[in-house]
């Protein structure tokens, strides 16, 4: 793939921005950033985070999307079962849980036209109503 590299990042950039509009008016969404000082994402996830959520709501959102057939999933794990194992607490990380528990991370491939990110958001944003009761 890397002979098709800049096309394929050209589309998923456009994939991630035209997350980051339909997202940007909402409270409760938090935008995943994609340039820092000299820095600037690949653009291969979008992990959207949901403000004050649990991870019980964030796995019925996960659920009310697969409804849809959209497939979503949590990217950032930050506590894998051999730490676990090993003594570690994920209470002692408050602000790795933080990030963990309210994150869903939509699909971003450079294939999906207008006509599909359309209807993901629109799924994404119902999903939220649902479980959070409210806009």
Do not use: C
Request: aromatic share 14%; net charge negative; glycine share 2%.
């Amino acid at each position: 793939q890397i002979r098709v590299y800049l096309p394929l990042l050209r589309e998923r950039i456009r994939v991630f921005n035209t997350y980051s509009k339909a997202f940007a008016d909402y409270d409760w969404a938090i935008i995943p950033p994609s340039v820092d000082g000299e820095k600037e994402s690949s653009y291969h996830i979008y992990a959207l985070r949901i403000k004050n959520f649990t991870e019980e709501q964030r796995d019925r959102m996960i659920d009310e999307i697969a409804k849809a057939e959209v497939a979503v999933n949590v990217h950032f794990i930050p506590m894998l079962s051999f730490f676990k194992s090993l003594g570690y607490d994920i209470k002692n990380y408050p602000q790795a849980y933080e990030n963990f528990k309210g994150e869903i991370s939509l699909p971003i491939y450079p294939q999906l036209d207008e006509e599909q990110l359309n209807f993901i958001i629109n799924v994404v944003k119902a999903a939220y109503i649902t479980v959070a009761g409210t806009e």
